[in-house]
């Protein structure tokens, strides 16, 4: 553990508590079929986990802002892991819920302000921090369908072990000498740009209510456009993940060779057409465009936090638990509006309303510039 440096570990951590968000998606079906909840009852679920997320996260940015709170970041994993460990317990769904969407608010300000402390602000290694929520969310399928499918939903206490973990690993991190030596006396240039992070956060919270969309509902979906039930839902859901994993990494990369801005553009473009094929285009294709969906936007993903922190150098913490956190979290608030579409027509209509929003991210992105006014060299 010692040979992986502070960045690796703070990677480790993130996938750690981002297991709770991608959880929600993955205990879906098995609500549905032990519980017998309905879309609606789902999307309050999702709602509860990401609306106290969301309120609650921007006050952790102005308290990291403030002062160091690196004993929260631990703190806050294992509240995550409790949440989700309650949520097959009894019928508490929506408390449970709340619970972890609150551990995961609490988390990522700081573990934002932290791990670009450790990378020395690389797009490259805040691309491996990002690709640590990716991770933990592609695990989430693979860790909690077969814990579930046999013990049932009454088996979710086990689930708390990640963020145990997660907490134990990271206090690794924060401890270290490097991290010491790197996160104090970094003087802060540049002013704040305002209508430039604004203009960014909406551009991640439409990509927020696309990818939160697909991660609640692409494994009813799945079941239904390829049949297979809750099995065809967890793969489903692994790809979504595992394609999100590898954009978040391509992105630093993309980004260290043609810069941010351009990425960013080119990826929301590409995400259109790859969202229309998975949602119009009939039988096995239907994995490949939403691997294809999936990585276009997760390219953007590590260039939200590295651009929202440059576009706010003064209020690293808050524009961390908003690019990290905040604009991950919030799509859940339109989780209720899809599934009352889907409930009036159909789940095929209600994802076909998405596309337009990667469209939106592709336009608004021609109204940003690089901060600094050029290409960003550091790797």
């Known amino acids: 553990m010692r040979r992986i440096p502070p960045v690796g570990l703070m990677a480790i951590g993130h996938a750690c508590v981002d297991v709770y ?16 909840l309905g879309y609606v009852a789902i999307s309050g679920i999702t709602l509860a986990a990401t609306l106290l997320s969301s309120v609650v996260q921007p006050v952790f940015g102005v308290l990291t802002d403030r002062r160091p709170l690196t004993w929260l970041i631990p703190v806050s ?53 990002s690709v640590g929520g990716n991770v933990g969310f592609a695990l989430a399928p693979a860790l909690v369908t077969p814990i579930v499918a046999a013990g049932g939903l009454g088996w979710t206490p086990v689930l708390i072990a990640p963020g145990l973990v997660g907490a134990v690993v990271t206090r690794r991190a924060i401890r270290s000498t490097r991290f010491v030596a790197a996160g104090n006396g970094q003087p802060v240039v540049g002013s704040d740009d305002w209508p430039s992070f604004l203009r960014l956060s ?12 697909l991660g609640t509902f692409i494994a009813l979906y799945a079941a239904q456009r390829v049949g297979g039930g809750t099995t065809t839902g967890g793969i489903a859901l692994l790809v979504l993940f595992a394609a999100s994993a590898a954009g978040t990494l391509l992105g630093g990369r993309l980004a260290a ?77 339109g989780t209720p509006i899809l599934a009352t579409v889907a409930e009036r027509t159909s789940l095929h209509v209600a994802l076909a309303t998405l596309i ?24």
């Open 21 to 36: 968000q991608g959880a929600v998606p993955a205990l879906v079906p098995f609500l549905v079929a032990e519980r017998g």
């Open 77 to 129: 994993m294992t509240t995550a892991g409790l949440g989700i460990a309650l949520i097959g317990v009894g019928e508490i769904y929506w408390l449970a819920a709340g619970l972890a969407g609150l551990g995961v608010a609490a988390y990522h300000p700081e573990a934002a302000r932290t791990a670009r402390a450790v990378s020395g602000g690389s797009h490259v290694g805040m691309s491996w921090f």
């Open 202 to 213: 909406v551009i991640m919270v439409c990509r927020s209510l696309v990818f939160v969309g």
């Open 257 to 333: 060779r043609f810069g941010r801005i351009r990425t960013l553009r080119t990826s929301y473009a590409a995400a259109v057409p790859a969202l229309a094929g998975l949602v119009f285009v009939p039988g096995p294709a239907f994995f490949g465009f939403l691997g294809l969906t999936a990585t276009a936007l997760a390219v953007p993903f590590s260039l939200h936090v590295t651009l929202g922190q440059d576009f706010l150098p003064t209020r690293v913490g808050t524009a961390g638990g908003m690019t990290l956190g905040l604009a991950v979290s919030i799509g859940g608030i």
């Open 356 to 379: 337009a929003l990667p469209l939106a991210c592709a336009l608004i992105a021609h109204a940003l510039k690089e901060p600094g006014g050029g290409v960003p060299t550091n790797g």
